[in-house]
């Protein structure tokens, strides 16, 4: 049902090469560059994510409350995406563990911009 979520960012250069370094290890990679937009998933008919400068010109702000969150396989997979976002230079927004017993694990980022990640797996 999503096609891809854009992420409002101040560096084009520094935001490809941190989201297609994070996703790697899944197959992603930047697929489609157009200059202030750049698209990075596994192919064009897969949910995406995408890193542009604001069409406004203005600054890049994340929303308050919002969140893109990326299904990882596995509760060990999250906290391999979490360690490698903060190895990539993003921040802590909470450490990966068990946030409702039995139901979701995740760990949370965020990117050089502040748009905040979750890592998750339901269980």
Do not use: H, W
């Amino acid at each position: 049902m999503i096609g891809y979520t854009t992420l409002g960012v101040s560096d084009m250069e520094r935001s490809k090469k941190f989201y297609a370094d994070l996703f790697a290890e899944y197959g992603a990679s930047v697929i489609m560059d157009a200059g202030r937009i750049a698209f990075i998933g596994k192919s064009m008919a897969e949910p995406m994510v995408a890193v542009c400068t604001p069409f406004n010109e203005e600054a890049p702000t994340p929303g308050n409350g919002v969140m893109v969150a990326f299904p990882a396989g596995s509760k060990e997979k999250a906290d391999a995406l979490y360690k490698r976002a903060i190895e990539l230079g993003a921040t802590c927004d909470g450490e990966p563990g068990q946030r409702v017993p039995d139901v979701f694990y995740g760990g949370y980022v965020r990117d050089f911009d502040g748009n905040k990640l979750a890592f998750f797996e339901f269980g």
